[in-house]
């Protein structure tokens, strides 16, 4: 399976990517960079305080100050090394022509599920937050917070309502 980049910048990992194989189509939609910047910014954070309180203790006890700049470039190597697996290989929303995966959202109800369970989407607002939710038969749903995807509303909107269509059509 090859994956090529429909969206955002060539060569920044981030956008939707689409991968077409023998028997399904797959697009994978990125993280947003204003949520991979938040999650950034919360582990600096953390990574401040971490070090702040190893300096505390390297002075209460004593230690070789040496180690305090050796767990600051651990620290920075595992942060960025986590945002740069945030921005290029991983996807919150998984699309193919049997259904649908969303990672990392809290609150999204059924987060796997097959378009044959999927009655209908639309557009709504819980909370103030756009999202496009997926009705499930059984009556669950699934809630997509668009703002959390690097791609263009009306383009997963379209998307994912022509793969609805599609199995719709698809004799069962």
């Known amino acids: 399976m090859t994956l090529r980049l429909l969206e955002g910048k060539p060569g920044s990992g981030w956008g939707r ?7 399904n189509d797959v697009t994978l939609y990125r993280l947003a960079p204003t949520f991979a910047a938040r999650l950034l910014g ?13 300096t505390a203790l390297t002075v209460a006890l004593s230690l070789p100050p040496d180690l305090i700049v050796v767990v600051l470039v651990v620290g920075l190597l595992t942060v960025f090394g986590v945002n740069n697996w ?9 699309l193919d022509d049997l259904g649908y995966h969303v990672k990392y959202v809290r609150g999204v109800g059924v987060a796997t599920g097959t378009w044959g369970d999927v ?12 999202c496009l939710v997926l009705k499930r038969r059984d009556g669950t ?18 998307d994912v309502k022509a793969r609805l269509q599609r199995a719709t059509e698809r004799p069962t």
Do not use: C, K, W
């Open 86 to 94: 945030l921005r290029s290989s991983t996807y919150v929303v998984r």
């Open 17 to 23: 990517m689409r991968a077409v194989t023998d028997s």
């Open 141 to 158: 749903s699934t809630s997509i917070p668009v703002q959390m995807l690097n791609a263009d509303r009306d383009m997963f909107a379209d």
């Open 42 to 54: 919360g582990g600096l954070v953390l990574l401040a305080l971490l070090v702040f309180a190893y």
């Open 119 to 130: 009655v209908e989407a639309v557009a709504a607002h819980p909370r103030d937050i756009a």
